[in-house]
């Protein structure tokens, strides 16, 4: 049995990742549903507002045949037992007397969380939960972090040489990767709804943060901290081009919104912004993701939060030696406290490698 | 032609590996004799001053056959042409009438470098160079290097955090990396027949520098740099227990060896001694490989001196931020000029990730 059931919650994974660019904020999800070691329905949520995966399949299911009695459903994700944008999915699946529910992880929103397994047990329907759950869980990690920590998704993103540099002591830090790396940076911009970068970024490179290289349907929104509002209209970023800036600030200055820039007041802490203040911000005007691309005061502030769940290095086969330390502004005073986290992927480009890691305490504490 | 004489050069590298361990400081070499398409005879270097590959090689095709004639002859390091411990293989292939021979790389040894083949072609042999060269150049990186450059093949070694520290700035370091990474160490010394360090990493560490952890036949000689002989003898390494310490200094001061103790003198260079002084000797005296274990201010004198083949990089998944970093010593004015190394190898272990990198213009300028 346990086979069976990794096979078809692994199809349930693939249906489910149909779904993406599509249904987001909301989580990828996929259904299988089996009689007899059949599949006789399949379905995900194809569209962001549109029938959850549940309610495709059940659809899909009942094309076929006439009564799901006896059949088993597969889903990815705890099925919901409140009203949203559609009914309840417990609801039907109890209405269609299937008889068991297979579910890969629980539902992180504090509106389903067991609630959804509770009700379909209530009604008499076997419930087994706990498969494959560390890849549903990875599969839907944004809006895990999302829906659980009601902030962003937060990716920080380093180019360094061997030695962990991101400049030279006199700043220069063109080229440290080469343009696959740059490839894949502007790739990893256009998964994101912001790239954040703090007020030196913009002084020393003057960048324009924007996707160039790939293909992209959106330019995510760029959003620079920039406390005491120091930044002047030389900078590419401040030109009132699109996409949006959106620049954090704690200064008494009077802002005047345009078109493409847009003010926001948070108050300091200590003379520094914290950032869990910017992130939530963010969180409630919209925003689900953020890239944030340095330098290393800004890094440091993440780390130091511990508000980051996902670190991607970018590592150059460069040795620089003396220079610009890509956290420096982070201290720490025992290795034991050291910040432990874990390499999920591994890519080769060119020359460089990248390096993905996780921030475990963020991201798989919620995990069952 | 080509995919067969790839297959059989294939061969002579597995062949030649067989010899790893006992051969050296002599390079790997393997052999095959081919007639018809068909195999008749394989052989390789078994032990330091015995038998060269082609002589294995061709007593073992005359167990089968009478005669040579026609066969082509695979051996991944051109054949020597001089009188060493054994006769030039030059003759005996030239004697044996073999028809062709099929070459992986060329000597390096300025001994042989060309001799060889052009002895076998002014004897109307056919001669093919370059087969798998790259894979023949890595068999034999060490003796490469030794041959080429008189001096000991050099591996930097560095445990280092995400961000590139080699510890806090309280000097803490202890633990970097997991016991899984400390016996790759272990093996990685078994390997080599010196381990070097810096004074600071002495007064720091106290290391024993000895291999633990893992089987080994030998214990590596440890090679200490103490400039000015302010080491004493509350520490390990000066204890004068088995193995042998080597103390480069360019003190005036007395120095005694002793059993396990030895002092070598060495200029120094604006209060520096370079240590490329140091490797030279250390060659000299019969050391051909050398693991350099620190701290970043020994791990800078080479790369400045740019005179290392390999940098081995431990990387633990845990963020210093402020802390000591792998190579501060190090200075660099411009990223066009950035050393750019070559990455080679991929470890992953229990957490940490090993990259091995090799110095291109060192190990890889004089493969052809």
């Not at 059940?58 to 559609?86: M, R, W």
């Not at 390499?343 to 020359?351: E, G, V």
Request: aromatic content about 8%.
């Amino acid at each position: 049995m346990k086979n069976s059931d990794h096979k078809y919650m692994s199809l349930c994974i693939d249906l489910a990742l149909k779904g993406k660019g599509k249904v987001e904020p909301n989580p990828l999800v996929g259904c299988v549903i089996v009689k007899k070691n059949k599949i006789i329905g399949k379905g995900y949520h194809r569209k962001f507002g549109a029938n959850h995966a549940e309610v495709n399949t059940i659809k899909n299911a009942l094309k076929g045949t006439t009564s799901l009695q006896d059949s088993v459903l597969y889903v990815n994700l705890e099925p919901c037992s409140h009203f949203g944008k559609t009914p309840p999915c417990t609801d039907l699946i109890i209405k269609h007397k299937i008889k068991k529910v297979v579910i890969g992880l629980k539902d992180p929103n504090p509106l389903v969380n067991g609630k959804g397994i509770a009700k379909l047990r209530k009604a008499g329907i076997n419930v087994k939960t706990g498969i494959l759950s560390q890849k549903c869980f990875e599969l839907n990690e944004k809006f895990i972090i999302n829906i659980s920590q009601k902030r962003p998704f937060i990716t920080l993103k380093v180019a360094q040489s061997i030695d962990g540099k991101i400049a030279l002591n006199n700043f220069s830090s063109r080229w440290i990767t080469d343009i696959f790396s740059r490839k894949f940076t502007h790739e990893l911009r256009a998964q994101n709804d912001c790239i954040l970068i703090g007020r030196n970024s913009v002084t020393q490179d003057n960048p324009e943060l924007t996707v160039r290289h790939v293909k992209s349907l959106r330019q995510p929104v760029r959003v620079v901290i920039d406390k005491d509002l120091k930044l002047t209209l030389k900078y590419k970023l401040i030109k009132n081009t699109p996409p949006l800036t959106i620049i954090f600030h704690s200064s008494l200055k009077k802002t005047e919104d345009k078109k493409y820039l847009k003010y926001i007041y948070v108050k300091s802490n200590n003379n520094i912004i914290q950032v869990s203040d910017i992130v939530k911000h963010l969180y409630n005007i919209g925003y689900y993701s953020i890239l944030v691309e340095g330098g290393s005061f800004v890094f440091s502030q993440f780390i130091r939060e511990d508000i980051f769940d996902e670190l991607i290095v970018i590592s150059a086969p460069k040795i620089f030696g003396d220079g610009i330390s890509s956290f420096k502004d982070f201290k720490l005073d025992s290795i034991a406290k050291a910040k432990e986290l874990f390499l999920k992927d591994i890519i080769l480009l060119n020359k460089d490698i990248i390096l993905k890691y996780k921030n475990y305490r963020n991201v798989y504490r919620h995990s069952n």
